[in-house]
């Protein structure tokens, strides 16, 4: 026993305040300029960013066939606020695992080595389950959703006046920040459950015994956090239902730990 306990230690070295507020200066200091560093490079490659988020409507387009298609801009300023959000989006998600690092490395001395061990699953699955849900939205839910939408065009000469859509480049890529960030936090449930499986605040039963509200439950944030249509709701909800399962299965290797 006391060797277990000898071994589960805290690596940090005593420091005065001065020095933790140096460090974290530093560590500041390093995220920013990795975000800067990126911000400039996904400006300067802003239009082809954008070009690959609205690829999944030009593809819709083409399989139209309606001729020439656009996106507009109705604001001297929007094509540029355009752009900015481009790269603030793109080095927001590039720099993620310098910054997330650099708080790593601030508060893993005063974490035990067993807190350590405990962490370090967590923090190698939450930015996997983000891009998981990021491509799922873009290479499944976005052609389906955007099919739908513009299924209600009505073509020139089918009587009436002819709808048409022509998308604004400021309303399309708030709509796809909105879906690729919705889906990728909405993956992080595996995490958020276990770590509450993980302290206790949670247990098995209780994922079980909480099924069929959990169903209820992400059906209605999936209907509130998608566009009002169907395809996204159901195409975000379903994926949450899977991973709740698999939270429980990860939850019976985790809580016996616990236990123990």
Known sequence: MSSNTDEDVID???MPLMDHLKELRT???????AFIIAFAVCYYFSQQIYAFLA?????ILVQQ??????MIF???????????????????????P?????????????????????????????PVLFVMGAALAYYFIFPLAWQFFISFETPPGSGGIPIQLEAKVGEYLSL???????????????????????????????????????????????????????????????????LYEISIFAARWVAPKREE
């Open 27 to 33: 560590r500041v200091l390093w995220s920013v300029g």
């Open 74 to 96: 109705t604001a001297l300023y929007e094509a540029f606020f355009t752009y900015l959000k481009v790269a603030f989006f793109g080095a927001a998600f590039i720099s993620f």
């Open 55 to 59: 690829q999944p409507l030009a593809d």
């Open 12 to 14: 940090d070295k005593p």
């Open 98 to 126: 310098i910054w997330a690092t650099q708080l790593w490395l601030f508060i893993a001395p005063g974490l035990y080595r067993s807190e350590k061990r405990a962490i370090y699953p967590f923090l190698l699955a939450s």
């Open 65 to 70: 066939g309606g001729g020439e298609r656009r």
């Open 176 to 242: 796809v920040m909105h879906m690729i960030l919705a889906f990728g936090v909405a993956f992080q449930m595996p995490v958020l459950l276990t770590l509450l499986i993980k302290v206790g605040i949670l247990n098995v039963e209780t994922l079980r015994k909480g099924r069929r509200y959990a169903i209820v439950i992400m059906f209605v944030v999936a209907a509130i956090i998608t566009p009002p249509d169907i395809i996204s709701q159901i195409g975000l909800a379903i994926p949450l239902i899977l």
